[in-house]
């Protein structure tokens, strides 16, 4: 608790005093230090400032002063206690001893709060994952994290809780992710910042070092990706340039945890202010700048109501760049107009002075700054080796051979997907076949073996069997995250997504999106611009997620086997040309207004390691067969009852009585005549039974609406289940078909549906109805989860809404323009 | 006339599990951060990561 929350005549035993610069100095100076005991005496008549007793002394403290001290009362402490000991006498826990104050005091001042800031993509998540022993998702491109995730880890007596913060460039107040990096340094105020710097590029990553110096955190600089410095033949003297800094820095590489130990013995050095080289200096922003910054400094310092969190220095200079922001503070404050007055005055000389605006001038300082503290401390090999990156990049970038080369790995990615998941695809096919085969043989006759071997197994193994298909096709989508290639992806469309009115940077999601949309969606937050976000977010669903993957394979298998790479490859494609299509319309008529420019970068190639493309692998499979055992199982259930009842209608009491005469006539010697009368007997039962249960009346109902397309009944079925989640599809198709054939008749389902026929002999699936199929798959209805995360990011149900209408439209559409050419054509 | 009962009790498990999850897909608090943005999607790891914070 802190020390604000204590009432008049508690005591509490200080854990640790927050806050930063002169106004903690003071306060530990006054004796507020770790162990020591307070009381508060009384609180003035407004409850501000309150009267504390420590050490003997008498000190007044303002109340939000008192909020950054952390202490441990009498309260707290039976609070605790009685979590762990539950059976102590009531009088324990309202008496603690001084001793047992002091003791928790000490071991609660042991745990450190930690945030990792830094750059996108130097590695914090990886420097997160390999401290705290999670496993969030690490990718070699930037706006992997799109929110703060919380750790925790012990190291030498101490507890660390970390939180990795998104990547930003800089503190400025442009995108959601360096707002949100600012508002968790200022209201989460951590003990330790731990900045991560990609050494490979200093210059642009010491820019933000600046602004936290700026800021006045307590920091430790890890080095990371050290290796790779020292790979170019770089030197650099960091032990030096931390001195100039006064912020400890340590080399590390995350990815295999080097140097990760010395970091958090560095942070605990800090924390304990035990350390030799941190002080907190200030930027030198040059004589014009500094004369404004002291100006509003000034104003400022008069100012009362800022918290003791906020830097006073740093809010002048935030002020002076035009943060709007810390207007929108400065403006909560007793004398606004002074201080923005004085803001706009200093401004004015600058600006007539240096002939630019001062947020420029105050970036070139901080780039100067940086330039000469380099030039002392780095020095550049001084034969330029042609790195692996520009080798790579020479082809893969090409302006001619870009475009050939992804296409020709997202083919290479498809066909390997296609071709190396049929051979475990055939165990697990030949698995499932085993058991249903059991449960047929050994239960007795009834609805429960129905539901068991038709609805269960046959839904949940119709989709089961995918599963090699979808780890294949994650085993890609890693390497091209991991690597660095997702960049390039993105940088090579990025003329024809400028051209259709979106950044390059907005690639990125969409190709998350194969992976799955949501998270993809999610991802659009690193999006600086509203317009271009909001055109991401809604095309997204265009991109083809794993779930439409077993549709696919279904059906590219059972009608396109030799082709099946290059069909996936057209479905995929086609997906990303219509996104293209729909966002250029959504920027003219939806979102005209004029976007703010910014920049791509492209990370350095990485061998991506066998046990980080193993780990989205597993945690894919996890994902995968949790969805079996709870949308799909459920939705197979469901669909089996649906199919199943009601269960005897007149045409069927017509069939059986046919079968009763054929087999009262053969007298239990069937002629072959007979045995194939009774088999299509048997046949046109089931089929008359599944046209009279409700799915096919609901089949019916709605097929005239997708018979232009193509699809029948249990088609359209599968099509209005999958809504759910798109594996549902097959499942239900799954179901339809087990459920017709015979007992004796146990074929895979796409035998099955090459061989289903209309009454007039047409067959029901050829393979430009699979196509129509794929695609009406791939562009309708995102599933309800996709919905949901559009509605939250958007903050509207209107968007939400917008997208399953407009994909069911340009599903229809599509699915029927290339049903009725195709038709035409072949 | 066992099978009968069996599939009884399985479709009523089914229709609660579908209300309940209907319900707390309805019911669920609206929030702009992440926690708020995949309900009733396994499909993830953000659901993990949400399901960690609550």
């Given amino acids: 608790m802190r020390l604000s929350e204590l009432r008049t005549g508690e005591k509490g035993i200080i854990v640790k005093v927050m806050g930063r610069g002169a106004f903690r100095k003071r306060i530990i100076e006054m004796g507020f230090i770790r162990g020591k005991e307070v ?19 008498d000190v007044s403290l303002r109340r939000n002063d008192a909020q950054l001290i952390e202490v441990v009362s009498a309260a707290e402490f039976a609070k605790e206690e009685k979590t762990i000991l539950g059976e102590r006498s009531i009088d324990s826990y309202i008496t603690p001893s001084d001793e047992e104050l002091h003791k928790m005091a000490l071991h609660k001042g042991k745990i450190i709060n930690v945030a990792l800031v830094g750059n996108p993509n130097c590695g914090k998540t990886s420097l997160f994952n390999f401290a705290s022993g999670a496993h969030e998702h690490v990718g070699n491109y930037s706006g992997v994290t799109v929110d703060a995730k919380e750790g925790t880890f012990h190291h030498k007596d101490y507890t660390f809780k970390i939180v990795d913060l998104p990547g930003t460039y800089s503190l400025s107040a442009y995108s959601p992710e360096e707002l949100y990096v600012r508002k968790h340094l200022n209201d989460e105020q951590p003990d330790v910042v731990i900045n991560v710097v990609d050494t490979s590029n200093l210059e642009r990553n010491l820019y933000l070092t600046c602004q936290l110096i700026d800021m006045d955190v307590r920091m430790v600089i890890a080095l990371n990706m050290y290796d790779e410095l020292e790979k170019q033949g770089n030197k650099f003297d960091h032990e030096s340039l931390s001195k100039m800094l006064g912020i400890p820095m340590i080399p590390t590489i995350s990815k295999t945890g080097f140097g990760i130990e010395d970091l958090f013995d560095r942070v605990i050095k800090v924390y304990e202010e035990e350390d030799p080289i941190l002080r907190h200096i200030h930027i030198n922003y040059g004589e014009i700048l500094e004369k404004g910054i002291n100006s509003v400094y000034r104003t400022l310092k008069n100012e009362t109501n800022i918290p003791t969190s906020y830097s006073r220095r740093y809010l002048a200079i935030k002020l002076m760049e035009r943060d709007k922001e810390i207007e929108k503070f400065v403006e909560t404050l007793s004398n606004p107009k002074e201080i923005l007055l004085k803001r706009d005055k200093n401004i004015n000389h600058i600006e007539e002075l240096l002939k630019e605006d001062t947020e420029t001038s105050f970036t070139n300082a901080r780039y100067g700054f940086i330039s000469g503290a380099l030039r002392e401390t780095f020095e550049q090999a001084k034969m330029k080796e042609v790195t692996s990156t520009q080798i790579i990049d020479t082809f893969v970038t090409h302006k001619v051979l870009g475009f050939p080369i992804f296409i020709l790995f997202m083919w290479f990615m498809f066909e390997a997907t296609f071709r190396i998941g049929e051979y475990p695809m ?28 038709d609805g269960i197994i046959g839904g949940v193994g119709g989709v089961i ?7 294949i096709l994650y085993a890609f989508i890693s390497f091209m995250e991991d690597s660095g290639y997702m960049a390039r992806a993105a940088f090579i469309m990025d003329r024809i997504m400028h051209k259709m009115g979106l950044h390059g940077k907005s690639f990125i999601p969409l190709v998350m999106g194969f992976g799955c949309n949501v998270p993809a969606i999610m991802a659009s937050r690193t999006i600086e611009s509203r317009n271009s976000r909001m055109i991401t977010m809604l095309i997204n669903p265009l991109m083809s997620c794993s779930a439409r993957l077993p549709v696919y394979i279904l059906l590219t298998g059972a009608f396109f086997p030799k082709n099946a790479g290059s069909i996936l490859l057209v479905l995929y494609v086609s997906g990303i040309l219509l996104a293209v299509l729909m966002a250029r319309l959504f920027r003219r008529y939806l979102f005209n207004e004029e976007d703010v420019p910014f920049v791509m970068e492209l990370p350095p190639y990485r061998l991506p390691t066998g046990k980080s493309i193993l780990l989205h692998m597993w945690e894919k499979a996890k994902q995968y067969l949790h969805k079996m055992g709870g949308v799909i199982l459920v939705a197979s259930i469901i669909i089996w009852f649906l199919s199943y009842f009601p269960q005897h209608s007149a045409n069927e009491a017509a069939i059986d009585s046919q079968i009763a005469q054929i087999e009262q006539t053969s007298n239990g010697n069937l002629t072959a005549e007979q045995e194939t009368s009774l088999a299509t007997l048997e046949k046109q039962k089931t089929t008359v039974h599944q046209q009279n249960s409700y799915i ?70 050829t393979p430009l109805v699979a196509l129509s199929f794929m695609l009406f798959v791939l562009i309708y209805f995102p599933c309800i989860a996709t919905v ?8 509207s149900w209107k968007w939400g809404l917008f997208v399953i209408g407009y994909t069911c439209v340009l599903a229809w559409i599509t699915s029927f323009v290339v049903f009725q050419i195709g038709s035409l054509i072949i | 006339m066992w099978q009968y009962i069996a599939i009884i009790i399985i479709g009523i498990a089914t229709i609660m599990y579908v209300g309940f999850k209907l319900y707390k897909t309805i019911t669920a608090p609206k929030d702009s951060s992440l926690c708020g943005s995949c309900d009733g999607c396994s499909g993830c790891k953000i659901k993990d990561l949400k399901q960690k914070k609550q």
């Fill in chain 1, 39 to 57: 009381e508060v005496i009384k609180n003035a008549p407004l409850k501000d400032p309150i009267h504390y007793r420590v050490m003997g002394y």
């Fill in chain 1, 465 to 471: 069997v995918f599963l090699p298909n979808i780890l």
């Fill in chain 1, 788 to 795: 949901s995360a559009i509605v939250n990011e958007s903050g």
């Fill in chain 1, 696 to 765: 096919g009346r609901i089949g019916q109902a709605i097929q005239p609406v997708l018979a232009p397309l193509g699809f029948d009944w249990k088609m359209s079925v599968s099509l209005m289940t999958g809504m759910a989640a798109k594996e549902v599809v097959v499942s239900t198709l799954s179901v339809l078909y087990t459920g017709e054939a015979d007992d004796e008749n146990t074929q895979a389902l796409d035998q099955q549906m090459k061989q289903d026929k209309y009454p007039d002999g047409t067959p029901v699936f």
């Fill in chain 1, 426 to 453: 055939g165990w697990i096919e030949s698995l499932v076949g085993m058991i249903s085969e059991f449960m047929r043989n050994n239960m007795s006759e009834g609805p429960l073996k129905d539901l068991i071997v």
